[in-house]
């Protein structure tokens, strides 16, 4: 960081500029990370509702692809840059306003994920055994969200509805043996639970063809690898009609022939090759679910494309055919979730932006999945937070160039009310988890309750006080 040349004017040693970053995930720790390489004066105030950091890097990605979480390396020293400040266990829009963080901060930007899912429409969608794919990745993760889930194993078929990563990686750990699992960071709930698994044929179903699936082809290819697992896709699923092949000459469209390749390989697959099957359904939709008291069936819709290439859509036959299942997770895409006093688009379920700046006043900014929507990967994000910054940046002569007093008045407002924990707190639980891993053979293992984070953090700050 270099400081201004005039010490009152914004962003200078003496007026530095105060940014609160709601959310910690990818990118937020993007965001804050591209206001300490600016050339001016920052201090930033990232705020999680969660008493710990990182997003879906912690409560996100796979158990068995530590590799992915390494990012989190790079967060831990932008935490530890001078002029950060961690305060968890805050919600916005309930601890404190958005015109609060307005008042004590220049700039403010939502970095805070598209937290819920979106919905199938159907009838009985919400019967026993119906799940999103969000509670199951965050059951196995240690969410503290999804703590309390439970999930009916006992079934020996699972219908997965989409065709993207997160489809892949509930199918992968469905599939995976226990003994692969165990010396992962999972947790350990969730692995005693899959222990007791009786699953064996996964459905996972797309409305469109090979050619438009959404996986990235070296999670896809996975999934063809794992031990005792068979993947099984239809001939007929993979005769393409001319856009679709049309696509797949695109050069820029290298993931999705990948895929196809991929998936022409199993085609000669036999269902009788293993113990646990991963059955491909292209151009298909589900129309109804059933069941008596929980869910026992599905009843799927087959399509037709039509459209250019890149611009096609299933259209239902109105052909249709039940496929028994006893557990179901749908996995179709993400949405922001509103806030008070922020501009939100409901169609497309995030802040409405442009260039990442919200509404025409300066000083509310977004970032990430709550900007774009659900796309990319991990790393996409950066790119993304830093554009958000540079609108920040060029609106710099155009926000209230008055000191703010940032994080100090915070922690005024929020006294008396919720325990804030700093970064050197999330540092006491990550020993912590680490030590309990150390036990079992693991990385570590999550604390899953907040309770029990707040109480270890807790300790810790009574013991300062005291001594």
Same mark, same amino acid.
């Given at each position: ?19 609160? #970053?709601? +959310?910690? *995930? ?5 965001? &804050?990370?591209? =206001?300490? !390489? @600016?050339?001016?004066?920052? $201090? ?115 219908? #997965?509805? +989409?065709? *993207? ?5 509930? &199918?992968?750990? =469905?599939? !995976? @043996?226990?003994?692969?699992? $165990? ?131 299933? !259209? ?152």
């Amino acid at each position: 960081m270099s400081s201004g040349t005039d010490a009152g004017s914004l962003g200078s040693a003496g007026n530095p500029l105060r940014v609160a #970053i709601v +959310g910690s *995930g990818p990118s937020g720790f993007y965001a &804050a990370e591209a =206001l300490f !390489k @600016s050339p001016v004066t920052v $201090r930033v105030d990232m705020i999680e509702r969660l008493p710990v950091p990182f997003g879906l890097v912690r409560h996100g990605v796979a158990p068995d692809h530590p590799r992915l979480k390494q990012p989190v390396l790079v967060y831990d020293k932008i935490a530890r840059s001078p002029g950060f400040t961690f305060l968890g266990n805050v919600t916005v829009g309930r601890d404190i306003s958005v015109p609060q963080l307005q008042a004590t901060h220049h700039a403010v930007i939502f970095a805070c994920g598209a937290e819920s899912d979106r919905r199938l429409g159907l009838p009985n969608e919400d019967l026993p055994g119906s799940h999103t794919a969000t509670e199951f990745v965050g059951w196995y993760n240690a969410h503290p969200d999804y703590r309390e889930r439970s999930f009916d194993l006992g079934a020996e078929a699972a219908v #997965i509805i +989409g065709q *993207g990563n997160v489809a892949v990686d509930v &199918a992968r750990i =469905l599939c !995976k @043996s226990v003994d692969e699992l $165990r010396t992962t960071d999972i947790a350990e709930h969730a692995l005693n639970a899959l222990a007791a698994s009786r699953i064996r044929d996964i459905h996972i179903i797309g409305r469109r063809g090979p050619a438009q699936a959404s996986f990235t082809f070296k999670e896809l290819r996975e999934l063809g690898e794992l031990p005792g697992c068979v993947t099984l896709v239809s001939r007929s699923d993979l005769d393409l009609q001319p856009a679709c092949v049309a696509e797949l000459d695109d050069r820029n469209n290298f993931n999705a022939a990948k895929n196809v390749e991929i998936l022409r390989s199993w085609a000669t697959h036999s269902a009788t090759m293993a113990d646990k099957r991963i059955w491909f359904h292209f151009q298909q939709s589900p129309v109804a679910m059933a069941g008596t008291g929980r869910l026992e069936r599905i009843t799927l819709e087959r399509n037709c494309l039509t459209g250019p290439p890149f611009g096609q859509s299933a !259209k239902g036959t109105g052909a249709t055919f039940d496929l028994g299942c006893g557990l179901l997770f749908r996995s179709i895409g993400y949405r922001g979730l509103p806030l008070p006093g922020v501009p939100f688009d409901s169609l497309k379920g995030v802040f409405s932006n442009t260039a990442g700046r919200i509404g025409d006043k300066p000083g509310l900014y977004a970032a990430g999945w709550i900007k774009r929507g659900p796309s990319g990967i991990i790393g996409t994000n950066r790119a993304d937070a830093v554009a958000t910054v540079q609108s920040l940046l060029a609106d710099l002569p155009l926000l209230d160039a008055r000191p703010k007093p940032g994080a100090e008045s915070l922690h005024a407002a929020l006294a008396g009310g919720s325990q804030v924990l700093a970064y050197d707190d999330w540092r006491r639980i990550d020993a912590e988890e680490q030590r309990l891993g150390l036990v079992l053979g693991k990385p570590r293992e999550k604390m899953t309750r907040v309770r029990d984070m707040l109480a270890l953090a807790g300790s810790k700050q009574e013991s300062c006080h005291d001594g």
